[in-house]
């Protein structure tokens, strides 16, 4: 059985868009979402610098053509299950029919602008705890004031807050914890600080008409599969200041049998984890159109 699922924020690297345009048909379509949402992503995916494609703005969007691209490119496959971390939902429910491609895209450039408005308000960010055991990391970050915004299971939380706390967490570490490393966001996602961008992302989202998933959609909110676009649509607006549950997504995988995962582009973090959380599950991260031959014969033999 086939998971395919799609990256979050922080996944993104200069550059990483420039071979993906080179298919035929590519460059076309980025150009169609770009003038669809006011945003050059041709431009951000190929010539921006780091720091410029680290604005949550322009970042969201970004991924989440990228990995809708990336995954067309495989052509017509069926895979048992969709899910995404965090923004990548949005992909994922492209992925599952739930959302068209525009909708997707509009709606998560309306969550990235929310976002960084009020990643302005205070100096937050996010860091991620590797190793440790959860609950003993996850008691020391509500000591320090900070929240557990991303669970992601394989000796990963990534912790959320004030740029104060971020600071204190680095020079006292949870015990067992071998390194807190920042991560390339530009405020506290998926924690209170956001509050603000969930009302502005639900009324975008009262435009949308959604529909049904038409594979197995899990979600982040609690790794449980959700069969009804309008409940995938509230999912998308209530992670915003709610925590990431990956670590149940990928307990949810197994229940179902997952013998194969993919990553779209910009692949590589979630199939870390599954290679760590999931042995003996076949993963393949998809960072270039070298790897669409390779991923479309584990497609063939598990889908």
């Known amino acids: 059985m086939l ?13 990483f868009l420039t071979p993906w345009l080179e298919l035929p048909g590519a460059a076309d379509r980025v150009a169609a979402w770009s003038d669809a949402i006011g945003l050059d992503l041709a431009h951000y995916g190929t010539q921006a610098d ?5 604005d949550t703005a322009v970042a969201q969007p970004l991924l989440v053509a990228a990995g809708i691209l990336s995954a067309a490119a495989l052509g017509d496959i069926a895979p048992g299950a969709v899910a995404g971390h965090s923004v990548g939902e949005f992909t994922a429910a492209s992925f599952a029919g739930v959302l068209d491609d525009t909708a997707a895209l509009t709606l998560v450039r309306r969550r990235g602008l929310a976002m960084a408005d ?17 609950d003993t990391s996850v008691a020391h970050l509500e000591k320090l004031g900070l929240t557990p915004a991303n ?5 990963q939380i990534v912790a959320a807050g004030t740029l104060e706390q971020l600071a204190a ?3 006292d570490k949870p015990e067992g914890v071998r390194k ?4 390339k966001v530009a405020g506290a996602f998926h924690t209170h600080h956001m509050a603000p961008a969930v009302d502005t992302l639900a009324e975008a989202a009262k ?4 529909g049904d998933p038409k594979v ?8 449980l599969a959700v069969t009804s676009g309008t409940e995938v649509l509230e999912g998308l607006v209530g992670q915003v200041a709610n925590p990431v549950r990956w670590d149940l997504c990928m307990e949810t995988f197994k229940e179902l049998g997952v013998t194969a995962l993919v990553e779209v582009c910009p692949g590589g973090t979630l199939t870390g984890l599954a290679k760590r959380a999931l042995p003996g599950v076949q993963t393949l991260a998809l960072k270039t159109p070298d790897d669409l031959d390779t991923a479309r014969a584990l497609i063939a033999e598990h889908a």
């Open 50 to 54: 780091a720091d410029e494609i680290r």
């Open 180 to 183: 807190v490393v920042p991560l």
């Open 207 to 210: 435009a949308v008409t959604p």
């Open 169 to 171: 967490l680095a020079e």
């Open 118 to 134: 009020a990643a302005a308000v205070t100096g937050t960010g996010m860091s991620a705890l590797l190793g440790g055991d959860p």
């Open 151 to 155: 669970i992601n299971g394989a000796g």
């Open 3 to 15: 998971v395919l699922v799609a990256p979050g924020q922080g996944a993104q690297t200069p550059g």
């Open 216 to 223: 197995t959609y899990v979600s982040n909110k609690d790794g």
